[in-house]
């Protein structure tokens, strides 16, 4: 069974440091990677696509990388602003059972 | 183009009580998602649609829960009887058939008492 796992599950940084958020799954039989943001109290942006047979994707200040072998996903976003304060949710669609999992989240809260 | 349209966008009602949130997903997204989300957690599937096929109930919780999508367009789920444990967020989500981006709409905060 597919198991999505975010690190940290918080995480506070100066406005304009780049930084960079985990995503990490069991199962590497994949079709695609999702990272999503979700603001208080609204439903899910999506941020990014990435196929199972691309290695990143980017848009803007946020880039996002797959590495299938070792079950991992970065989101890295750069230049970072107090408006990309928010929770930044991953999410994995199995093609073994066809199933999308979602990570917990990382909620991240830009300093001002 | 639209958005996932959900309404109500807020309900609250006393438990054992019947409660339908409904759904219009983005025009000619085949796929429809309804998912339940508890405070400080990711989404969890509930129903999956292929047009007005369900593909995936397994994790819908049949003795109270129901879902519908006629026509393959918009879709309602129901809980009757509510519970307690009930109250979280309902999202429907939608995507292309074979492109799988999901688009979420805001979500019904349901608040049972």
């Known amino acids: 069974k597919q198991e999505v796992t975010q690190i940290p599950a918080a995480l506070s940084v100066p406005e304009g440091e780049n930084l960079v958020l985990n995503c990490s799954f069991t199962d590497s039989a994949i079709y695609n990677l999702q990272w999503f943001r979700q603001d208080p109290g609204k439903g899910l942006t999506s941020l990014l696509l990435?196929?199972?047979?691309?290695r990143e994707q980017t848009s803007g200040r946020l880039n996002a990388s797959l590495d299938k072998s070792s079950g991992r996903s970065t989101l890295y976003i750069a230049a970072s602003q107090p408006g990309d304060s928010a929770t930044y949710l991953c999410?994995?669609?199995?093609?073994?059972?066809?199933?999308?999992?979602f990570g917990k989240g990382t909620r991240l809260h830009i300093l001002p | 183009e639209a958005g996932v349209v959900q309404s109500p966008r807020y309900k609250i009602i006393e438990k054992k009580q019947p409660v339908a949130f409904w759904c219009n997903p983005i025009s000619g997204h085949n796929t429809l998602y309804w998912y339940l989300q508890n405070l400080g957690q990711g989404p969890e599937l509930l129903i999956r649609?292929?047009?007005?096929?369900?593909?995936?109930d397994s994790q819908l919780p049949k003795d109270r829960f129901s879902a519908e999508r006629l026509k393959g367009v918009d879709s309602t789920l129901k809980i009757q009887p509510a519970e307690l444990g009930d109250s979280a967020v309902y999202l429907c989500a939608s995507s292309r058939r074979g492109v799988n981006e999901q688009y979420f709409g805001p979500g019904t905060r349901l608040t049972v008492t």
């Open positions: 649609y292929e047009n007005e096929e369900a593909v995936d």
């Open positions: 990435i196929q199972s047979s691309q």
């Open positions: 999410a994995v669609n199995s093609n073994r059972d066809d199933k999308i999992i």
